[in-house]
């Protein structure tokens, strides 16, 4: 799916026919077995609701992602309050969501609407209490010091 977002054959909330069509050739040649469009259909649906749920997750006070060990953090207190009203959300404590770079980068864009009118720029840079910078990123496009990338993050 990354790489069917990558090539621009995704529009809005759903792949084009070719996306659909590499996605299941893909899966056939990875595990030998066809699926049919029921069965990706299904899956989809449940992405978007571990994406919508982790999502909320992360935008509640108290947490931030972890992109070292992929996973949401918060103080216990907090997840302690958290677990009481949204029960759904124990199973992120432990594990988190390993894949939500990916879900970020196949759902976000296509759900500006309904996630509080986070775009695919703001959506791609979540909350983290453990941000790498890479100063390869950095670049100072014109000769005022005071924007120079610091390596720590704003």
Request: aromatic share 10%; with cysteine; hydrophobic share 35%.
């Amino acid at each position: 799916m990354v790489e069917n977002v990558r090539k621009g054959l995704k529009i809005k909330s759903t792949f084009t026919k070719v996306g659909w069509d590499n996605i299941m050739k893909g899966l056939k040649a990875e595990f030998k077995w066809p699926f049919a469009t029921e069965q990706l259909r299904n899956k989809m649906n449940k992405l978007w609701k571990e994406y919508k749920s982790f999502r909320s997750l992360l935008e509640t006070t108290g947490f931030g992602w972890d992109a070292n060990i992929r996973t949401a953090t918060a103080e216990d207190s907090v997840w302690e309050f958290v677990i009481q009203g949204k029960k759904d959300w124990a199973k992120y404590r432990r594990n988190g969501l390993p894949w939500w770079p990916k879900l970020l980068e196949i759902l976000s864009d296509s759900s500006a609407h309904g996630d509080r009118g986070l775009s695919q720029a703001t959506a791609l840079t979540p909350m983290s209490t453990n941000l790498e910078i890479d100063d390869d990123d950095c670049q100072d496009t014109d000769n005022d010091d005071s924007d120079a990338c610091t390596g720590t993050p704003k």
